[in-house]
Structures are given as structure tokens and as C-alpha cells.
């Protein structure tokens, strides 16, 4: 299986199918979070490199530093 974007934009499968459900998910899937992984890279690629790469910063048992990100201020 290999998934790629046509030349529309659009996600494809080519190839073999497996026969899993995941499949059409997969590319509605992909069909969502692309973009928005195209305009974060427009925005910071140092942060966009970041985000696919899962880089950590520092923490202390049971401290997750992306919900204190995410937390709203007070």
C-alpha cells in the first residue's frame, strides 16, 4: 500500500489494498490534518519540525508540559 496526494491534492491509495476499514479513514484522515500541518510550516518550521519530530522539553514526574500550554491563563 502507498498513500500519496494526486495531482488535484487529493489523498490516493495505490497499490494492494489490505481490506481494512482504516483505510477509508485513513485518507479523510489525511484530508483534514494536512493542511493544517501546511500552514503551521508556513507559520514556524522550527516549531513544525518540533511537532513531527516529538521534541521534549523539561519535566519532572507527572508534569506534562503540553497541557500547561494548552491551559488557559488566568
Not at 493542511?35 to 508556513?42: D, G, I, S, T
Not at 518540533?50 to 491563563?73: H, V
Request: hydrophobic letters at 35%.
Amino acid at each position: 500500500m502507498d498513500v500519496f496526494v494526486d495531482e488535484n491534492g487529493c489523498w490516493k491509495i495505490r497499490g494492494e489494498s489490505t481490506g481494512l476499514d482504516y483505510e477509508k479513514v485513513l485518507i479523510e484522515y489525511l484530508g483534514i490534518i494536512h493542511p493544517l500541518f501546511c500552514q503551521a510550516k508556513e507559520i514556524s518550521e522550527f516549531d513544525y519540525l518540533q511537532t513531527l519530530l516529538g521534541i521534549r522539553s523539561m519535566e519532572d514526574a507527572g508534569w506534562n508540559p503540553f497541557k500547561s500550554t494548552t491551559r488557559p491563563s488566568c
